[in-house]
C-alpha cells in the first residue's frame, strides 16, 4: 500500500505483482530465466542489405502460466477489459484513464472533469472535460512564449530538446504545465521549467533530479500518470563503472505540487544498466489507461556491432522509485525483431487503448518500422509503415547552394544552417543531419475505433529538380492492431522548392483536434524559417494549414551537438479542445553578449510553445 500525494491510498492488488525472475520452464519444457524476451531476428537494412549482425537467440522466455492478473473481463472490475485473456492484464476501457484506483471519463466524470481530482462541485456537470460547459469553438492560434526559462534576450544561452506536457493530476500548489528541457552548460542540462493554469511559464527553471552517480547528459522527456498521481522525467545520462565512463537511461517523479516546489520522490537513477550497450535518445509513456511504463530506447553497442531498439515495461507502478521492485518494478524488455540494426535515429513508444498493446516505432534510411507487444511481452506483429520513406540527399540550400559536398549519402537527410562558424547563411552554409524520429499519438474516435497518427520525415524532388525534405502525416486504424491506412497527409506538395522538416504530431482526447507542426525553410533558405503545422477538427479525417506559429527566423546550429535539429515536440495531455507544440528557436540577444553568430547577429537558442485551437 502507497500513499499519494494528494493523500489518495492506492493498493496495488496481489495479482498484479510480476512473478520473480527465477527460474521457469519455457513452452518447450526447458528451463530459462523468468525475465526474458522473445527471439528476434535480422532485420533488413535501408538499403537492402543485412543489418550488420544476426540478431541475439532468445535468452528471455515469459511464463505464462503463473503472474496473469485476470481470465475474464469479470475479474478486472468496473470499466475494465481483460486484456489477452484468459492471459491477461487488466486495462480501463477505451477512453477512460485511472484516476487512483478508478478508471474515469475525463470528459464527463464530474469528479474529474478534463484532470484527476480536478472535481465541478455545485451540482455542475461535466461536459467535454470542462465544468459546465464544453470547449470553445473557432479558430486560435496564441502568440508562442519561451519555456525554457532564463534571459535570453540578455544573456547567452542554448536550450533544446525541449518535451512539455499537461500534468494529469489537479492538486493545490500543482503545477499545471511543466516541461522537460536541455541546457547546453554542462552544469544546467536537464532542466524542467512550469507553467500556471494561464499558460505562462516561469522565467526560472528548476534543477532537474540528479545524484551523485549520474549525470544528466540530454534526451530529456516527460509524462504523466493519473493513477499514481506522479509527473515523470527521463533522459540520458552518464555513470562511471567498472567498465569505465557508460551512457544510460535515468527516470525520476514527483507530484504536481512537489514538481514545483522542488524535492523529487525518487532521484535519477540508472535504469538496467548494460555493460555490453549504452543507451540513445529515450521516449517514455506512462500507460494512462494500466499500472504501466514504458521506456523505448536505442541500444548501441560498446564493440562493434548493430544499433538496436529496446522496449522495457514496468509495472505495478506505484507513486516511488521506477525501477525499485517495491513500487515500480521491472516487468521485461525485449528487442524487437524488425527494429534490429536501427542504423540512426531514436525510438517511440505509445499503447494502443483498443488492445491494451504497447506499439514501438522506429526507422531506417528509407523505411518507417513497428512491433506490437502484449501484455507478457511476447511480440504480436512486426512490419512497415511506409516503404517510401526514403532519406535522400537534400540537394538545395537557397541560391544555388548546395549541401552535397563533403557529406555522406545519399540515404542521410540533412539541412542548411548557419551558426557554429559559418558567417552567413547566404554564403556557406553547414549541413544538419537529420534525425529520424518517428512520431505518433492515439485517440479514441467515438465509434469506438482506436487511430495512431504517425509524422516523420522524407525526401521528395521539386519541380525544380531539386531535392527537399518534407513531412508526412499517416492516419491509421489500429483498433484490432492491424495498421489499416485510413488517409495520408503531406505538409506541402512533392512538387515545392522548400524544406519541411523535424515534423512531431498531437491529438488532443477531448475534441476532434489534431495536428502536425514542423519547420519550414521557404525556398529551401535557412535564414527564413517559421514554424507552421496542419490542424484537423474531425479526428484526422480531414486536415488544413495553421498560420504561421512563429518566423521568420534562422535555422541555426550553436554547437557539435546543439542547434535546433530534430526539435519539435508536442504535449500529449492537453486542455480540451487545445493542440500545444514546442520548438528551438533562435532569439537575437539585445545586449550584444558573444554567442553564435548568424548574418552578424548574436543569437541564443531558447525553446518556445504556443496553443493552438484548430
Not at 194 to 217: K, L, N, R, Y
Not at 265 to 277: H, L
Not at 296 to 316: D, E, H, W
Not at 461 to 476: I, P
Request: with cysteine.
Amino acid at each position: 500500500m502507497a500513499l499519494l500525494a494528494s493523500g489518495t491510498v492506492i493498493t496495488v492488488p496481489i495479482w498484479a505483482c510480476p512473478i520473480d525472475e527465477g527460474e521457469g520452464e519455457d513452452e518447450t519444457g526447458a528451463v530459462v530465466d523468468g525475465d526474458s524476451s522473445s527471439t528476434t531476428l535480422a532485420a533488413e537494412s535501408g538499403d537492402g542489405s543485412s543489418s550488420g549482425g544476426d540478431a541475439p537467440e532468445d535468452t528471455d522466455v515469459v511464463d505464462e502460466t503463473e503472474g496473469a492478473e485476470c481470465q475474464a473481463d469479470d475479474d478486472c472490475g468496473p470499466h475494465r477489459i481483460c486484456f489477452d485473456a484468459p492471459r491477461g492484464s487488466c486495462g480501463c476501457t477505451p477512453g477512460r484513464v485511472l484516476c487512483g484506483t478508478e478508471c474515469v471519463d475525463l470528459a464527463t466524470d464530474d469528479d474529474h472533469c478534463g484532470r484527476c481530482n480536478d472535481a465541478c462541485g455545485g451540482g455542475v456537470t461535466c461536459t467535454g472535460g470542462r465544468c459546465g460547459a464544453s470547449f470553445e469553438q473557432g479558430s486560435v492560434v496564441e502568440p508562442p512564449v519561451v519555456i525554457s526559462g532564463g534571459t535570453p534576450a540578455a544573456t547567452c544561452m542554448i536550450a533544446n530538446e525541449t518535451k512539455p506536457e499537461r500534468s494529469m493530476n489537479a492538486m493545490p500548489g500543482g503545477v499545471e504545465y511543466f516541461a522537460a528541457t536541455q541546457v547546453a552548460d554542462p552544469e544546467d542540462r536537464g532542466r524542467h521549467s512550469f507553467a500556471s493554469a494561464d499558460f505562462t511559464w516561469t522565467t526560472q527553471q528548476g534543477q532537474a533530479p540528479s545524484s551523485v552517480e549520474v549525470e544528466i547528459v540530454g534526451d530529456p522527456w516527460a509524462t504523466t500518470h493519473g493513477g499514481t498521481g506522479q509527473e515523470y522525467l527521463s533522459y540520458l545520462a552518464s555513470i562511471d563503472t567498472s567498465e569505465g565512463h557508460r551512457y544510460c537511461t535515468a527516470v525520476a517523479s514527483a507530484s504536481a505540487k512537489d514538481l514545483r516546489a522542488g524535492p523529487w520522490v525518487q532521484e535519477a537513477s540508472c535504469i538496467e544498466p548494460d555493460q555490453a550497450f549504452v543507451t540513445d535518445g529515450p521516449a517514455m509513456l506512462a500507460d494512462p489507461g494500466s499500472w504501466s511504463i514504458y521506456l523505448a530506447y536505442v541500444a548501441v553497442p560498446t564493440t562493434v556491432g548493430p544499433r538496436n531498439v529496446q522496449l522495457t515495461r514496468f509495472a505495478p507502478c506505484g507513486p516511488g522509485a521506477v525501477g525499485d521492485r517495491r513500487d515500480c518494478p521491472l516487468d521485461w524488455k525485449r528487442t524487437p525483431s524488425n527494429l534490429w540494426g536501427l542504423p540512426d535515429g531514436h525510438a517511440n513508444v505509445v499503447v494502443n487503448p483498443c488492445t491494451g498493446h504497447a506499439i514501438v516505432l522506429g526507422r531506417t534510411a528509407s523505411y518507417v518500422r513497428y512491433a506490437v507487444f502484449d501484455g507478457t511481452g511476447h511480440e504480436l506483429a512486426a512490419s512497415d509503415v511506409d516503404r517510401d520513406a526514403s532519406f535522400e540527399r537534400n540537394t538545395a540550400c537557397g541560391g544555388g547552394i548546395s549541401c552535397e559536398t563533403g557529406f555522406p549519402g545519399p540515404e542521410r537527410g540533412h539541412i542548411c544552417h548557419c551558426g557554429m562558424a559559418q558567417a552567413d547563411c547566404g554564403q556557406t552554409p553547414g549541413c544538419w543531419d537529420l534525425e529520424r524520429r518517428v512520431h505518433a499519438a492515439v485517440r479514441v474516435q467515438p465509434s469506438q475505433q482506436c487511430t495512431l497518427l504517425l509524422s516523420y520525415d522524407r525526401s521528395a524532388k521539386a519541380d525544380d529538380g531539386e531535392t527537399y525534405m518534407k513531412s508526412r502525416l499517416r492516419v491509421l486504424d489500429v483498433t484490432d492492431d492491424a495498421f489499416v491506412e485510413v488517409a495520408t497527409f503531406d505538409s506541402s506538395p512533392s512538387s515545392a522548392p522548400w524544406n519541411d522538416f523535424n515534423a512531431t504530431v498531437t491529438s488532443d482526447r477531448f475534441s476532434g483536434a489534431a495536428g502536425m507542426f514542423f519547420y519550414r525553410q521557404d525556398d529551401g533558405d535557412p535564414c527564413t524559417t517559421t514554424l507552421r503545422g496542419i490542424v484537423s477538427r474531425d479526428g484526422g479525417r480531414t486536415f488544413e494549414d495553421t498560420p504561421v506559429l512563429s518566423g521568420p527566423f534562422p535555422t541555426m546550429r550553436f554547437t557539435f551537438t546543439d542547434g535546433m535539429g530534430h526539435y519539435v515536440e508536442a504535449s500529449q495531455f492537453t486542455e480540451p479542445g487545445w493542440l500545444v507544440p514546442s520548438w528551438s528557436q533562435p532569439l537575437p540577444i539585445s545586449s550584444g553578449e558573444p554567442c553564435v553568430s548568424c548574418q552578424g547577429i548574436e543569437h541564443s537558442l531558447v525553446t518556445m510553445a504556443a496553443r493552438v485551437r484548430p
